[in-house]
């Protein structure tokens, strides 16, 4: 890590994408916040000798589990929105690994 040690030039350049990563880092989890936490399940009720199907938003509030019904028109909807969280919750654990690998070429650059 000689070439880091002596180029300012590199040492800026990390640490602006450093930065950068940092404001993506709070913008994807203001993102996360907004969308709904969970999964989705399909549960089946049966009721004299009749099968009914309805789903659920099954998640966790602390330690407790919380299974909310969902309106069938909802369905369509939250499906999307929850692929879309797990779609930032992936790219948010990126970010996450770069920050940690710049901060850690950074100091040994000092």
């Known amino acids: ?3 880091v040690e002596k180029d300012k030039f590199v040492i ?3 640490n602006s ?4 990563s940092k404001e993506m880092v709070k913008g994807l989890q203001r993102s996360v916040r907004v969308l709904p936490k969970g999964v989705l399940n399909e549960r ?3 009721y004299k000798n009749k099968v009914y199907f ?3 938003l099954k998640y966790r509030d602390g330690d407790r589990v919380i299974n909310q019904h969902i309106p069938q028109e909802r369905v369509h909807l939250l499906k999307e929105q ?3 969280r797990k779609k930032i919750e992936k790219e948010l654990a990126l970010y996450e690994k770069k920050i ?3 901060s850690k ?3 040994v650059g000092r």
Request: include cysteine; glycine fraction near 4%.
């Open 82 to 84: 929850i692929a879309k």
């Open 100 to 102: 940690s690998y710049l």
């Open 44 to 46: 089946k009720k049966c």
């Open 54 to 56: 309805y789903f659920s």
């Open 105 to 107: 070429v950074i100091r």
């Open 12 to 14: 800026g350049m990390l």
């Open 17 to 20: 994408e450093l930065r950068r």
């Open 1 to 3: 890590m000689k070439v």
